[in-house]
């Protein structure tokens, strides 16, 4: 075979390659997303959209709703966007989820145009350029805010900030940069609080072959300034600080806490057992401001600035993120660096980071020297050992929350759909703090249409509610112990089962007894856990085995005058109820010391 034909066979191979493990991050975070999700609103999600799907059915949503405050954001855009995904089935917050997802796929395929337009890019170092980045797109931290469907909003600026880049490097006359650069300035303002910074981040360039005259420019320049301050001044007419968040600190009272917040907030993207947030923090800080310098300084020394235009502006738009967010929330603490919902933000360091690695090692390797040239590889190749270190010790640490969150919210979902039945649910206060809210607005957006759950009603909600569990045999279970841990909590324990269909129960509604007799369904216990004692009984085939259940109440969750605790065993299909045997006394509580 020709010498040349294997080398290109090599390389397509190579290339191959290179493009199944760039989108293989993309693949496994969406096999993390489909297989896990539940369409339960959650949180923040009651009241954007929530409330303006309440007002659309009420007849009363009007634009100065559509525009109001949430926290400090004025989410017009993501609300339009809940409204038209509302067309396609309903209110599923899945449809939202999938938004995330494909808005950071689309990120992904803006970030290779602009690793294809590098100097000195070749197809290997763009794939593998491209390889680092989707990676760090579809890092493990991020696998929790990609099943929570309103992380698209904080999402939105950031993807502004390169869309505009990519604008302005375009070959578009003056005037359409201009045009649409001040509408995506304006989208990222209306979506969310830190996308007013895009104004300053998306001024209009002119090209090196720009036909636009002079004055031309200044009338757009002129333009783009005045749109972006009435935008920016009407985002504050009416607005106001929310009560129950802390004011700025003092940048001169707490320099060193901010400092330290940041450093918290950059680090903790790639946090495992193998390195702490603070670390990676500083060590990230300082190779970012190492090679930002490095390109500020060779682009002003050549006047090749386009080249690191894109990624000096994203990671100009990461590090104000950061600042504004310590500023503003420094007063919850330092941990609050650490909330999840931050590392939306950080992608967009770890990108522009990246970004500036490429650019210098692309545009500077062919003009540099042998030993310049050793130490761009030297370095290159540390920094992607480093880099696969760090994204294979965070991976096992966020692996297991799929499972966890589907656990945890399909029982909330249970919750929410058992509201009619048991309206005191302390579980629905995990749903929204506002549970007299929440059993409303769900109620009626069910009712409506909008939300299309099926919520349990008919006579088994008079059933648990109106009378205690009769004395029973034993054949569908039993209620066995309540104990109180060291922790505080309440450990329930017992079996439930569905003789004629020879399973284990749906769910286990468990209710409370006072000294008077009277019974009050108080939450649900999911069965399915593991009892190999029970495989003696009369199931021969052994399923009695999964009919388990063993879950922890907050002893906080309990009404003051309950005495005991008694249980019903569910069948979802037949709905209906049938008693578990035994009743269990509570021991005293008043010795608790709680956590």
């Given amino acids: 075979m020709d010498p040349s034909s294997r080398i290109f066979k090599a390389h397509r191979f190579l290339l191959i390659a290179l493009a199944v493990i760039a989108v293989w991050p993309a693949l496994q975070m969406w096999h993390w997303v489909s297989s896990s999700w539940v369409p339960l609103p959650f949180w923040d999600e009651w009241h954007t959209p929530g409330s303006q799907f309440e007002s659309w059915k009420l007849g009363t949503l009007t634009i100065g709703e559509l525009l109001s405050q949430h926290n400090e954001s004025r989410l017009f855009f993501p609300r339009l966007l809940y409204f038209s995904l509302e067309k396609l089935g309903g209110w599923d917050v899945r449809h939202e989820m999938r938004a995330v997802y494909l808005g950071v796929c689309a990120l992904c395929l803006l970030l290779l145009h602009l690793l294809r337009r590098t100097p000195g890019a070749t197809p290997i170092s763009i794939l593998v350029g491209w390889t680092l980045m989707t990676f760090t797109c579809f890092a493990p931290v991020q696998v929790a805010n990609f099943l929570y469907g309103i992380e698209l909003e904080p999402f939105i600026p950031g993807f502004a900030v390169l869309a505009a880049a990519a604008v302005n490097l375009s070959r578009f006359s003056f005037p359409g940069k201009t045009l649409v650069n001040t509408v995506i300035a304006f989208i990222a303002t209306y979506s969310f609080a830190n996308g007013m910074l895009v104004w300053a981040l998306a001024w209009p360039l002119s090209s090196a072959a720009c036909d636009a005259s002079r004055r031309e420019r200044r009338f757009w320049r002129a333009f783009y300034l005045a749109i972006g301050a009435i935008s920016v001044g009407c985002y504050f007419i009416g607005y106001h600080r929310p009560s129950y968040h802390p004011a700025f600190v003092s940048l001169g009272a707490r320099f060193f806490d901010l400092l330290h917040y940041i450093v918290l907030w950059v680090g903790n993207y790639f946090t495992s057992d193998l390195a702490g947030p603070f670390l990676l923090g500083i060590c990230f800080l300082i190779l970012f401001c190492g090679v930002a310098g490095y390109a500020v300084w060779t682009s002003w020394r050549r006047g090749d600035w386009r080249t690191f235009y894109p990624w000096l502006l994203l990671g100009t738009f990461a590090c104000g993120s950061a600042a504004i967010t310590a500023l503003g929330r420094l007063g919850f603490g330092l941990e609050q660096a650490l909330d999840n919902r931050y590392v939306v933000f950080s992608r967009f360091f770890y990108v522009a980071f990246l ?112 009378q205690p569990p009769p004395s029973a045999d034993g054949s ?40 008077a007799g009277n019974f009050k369904p108080l939450t649900l216990i999911g069965t399915g856990l593991k009892r190999p004692d029970l495989v003696n009984r009369s199931e021969p085939d052994g399923k009695v085995c999964r009919a388990g259940f063993n879950r922890e109440l907050a002893v906080t969750d309990l009404p003051p005058d309950v005495v005991g605790l008694r249980g019903w065993a569910i069948n979802l299909q037949t709905q209906q109820a049938w008693p578990l045997a035994s009743s269990v006394q509570l021991p005293d509580r008043t010795a608790v010391v709680l956590p």
């Fill in 355 to 466: 970004g500036l690695c490429f650019a210098t090692f692309t545009a500077r390797m062919r003009q540099a020297s042998l030993a310049e040239r050793t130490f761009l590889f030297i370095n290159v190749g540390w920094g992607a050992a480093l880099f696969a270190l760090l994204w294979g010790a965070s991976f096992p640490k966020f692996a297991g929350f799929p499972s966890e969150y589907r656990e945890a919210r399909g029982h909330l979902l249970q919750a929410l759909r058992w509201s009619k039945a048991i309206p005191d649910n302390p579980d629905l206060k995990r749903i929204f703090p506002y549970p007299e809210e929440l059993r409303s607005r769900a109620a009626f957006l069910e009712k409506a249409g909008v939300l299309r759950l099926k919520f349990v009603d008919g006579p088994i909600v008079a059933t648990v509610q109106q």
């Fill in 476 to 515: 569908n279970g039993t209620l066995e112990s309540a104990e109180i841990q060291p922790s505080g909590k309440l450990r329930v324990k017992g079996w439930a089962w569905l003789p004629h269909q020879k399973r284990s129960a749906d769910l286990v509604v468990l209710g409370t007894e006072n000294a």
